[in-house]
């Protein structure tokens, strides 16, 4: 089963940045759409962003559009997110996943693979 590794998070004050990684060893990295999605305590993981496989196609939610901003760097096999201008509500698990398909309407598709550690975030006030 495909395994993938976060780093990145911390402690930021609101209105701070923050640049997220994720890299997928057993994966062929460039073959597949790769997404951001994150988890606050009480709540469902939800989907914050994704980027098709050769990253000339990016999809945001509502709450981190013009904020955050996904990347890849293919040649090393990382995925990245941007987080600029964070607010308390950022605060959650930041989880990264690869996906089997890509829409600009909706991001990524059905996601596959074990969902990694994650890698936190906290926001304060």
């Known amino acids: 089963q495909v395994h993938v590794a976060e780093t990145g998070g911390g402690l930021v004050q609101a209105g701070g940045s923050l640049r997220l990684s994720c890299t997928a060893p057993?994966?062929?990295?460039?073959?597949?759409?790769m997404g951001w999605f994150r988890q606050a305590p009480g709540k469902e993981r939800e989907p914050i962003s994704c980027?098709?496989?050769?990253?000339?196609?990016?999809y945001y939610a509502d709450s981190v559009k013009g904020r955050f901003t996904i990347s890849r760097d293919n040649a090393k096999s990382t995925l990245y997110l941007q987080m600029n201008s964070v607010k308390p509500e950022d605060t959650a698990m930041y989880y990264c996943?690869?996906?089997?398909?890509?829409?600009?309407?909706?991001?990524?598709?059905?996601?596959?693979?074990?969902w990694g550690q994650g890698t936190q975030v906290t926001v304060s006030s």
């Open positions: 996943a690869p996906s089997y398909s890509f829409t600009l309407q909706l991001g990524c598709g059905r996601t596959f693979g074990a």
């Open positions: 057993e994966l062929g990295f460039n073959a597949f759409p």
């Open positions: 980027i098709n496989s050769n990253g000339d196609g990016t």
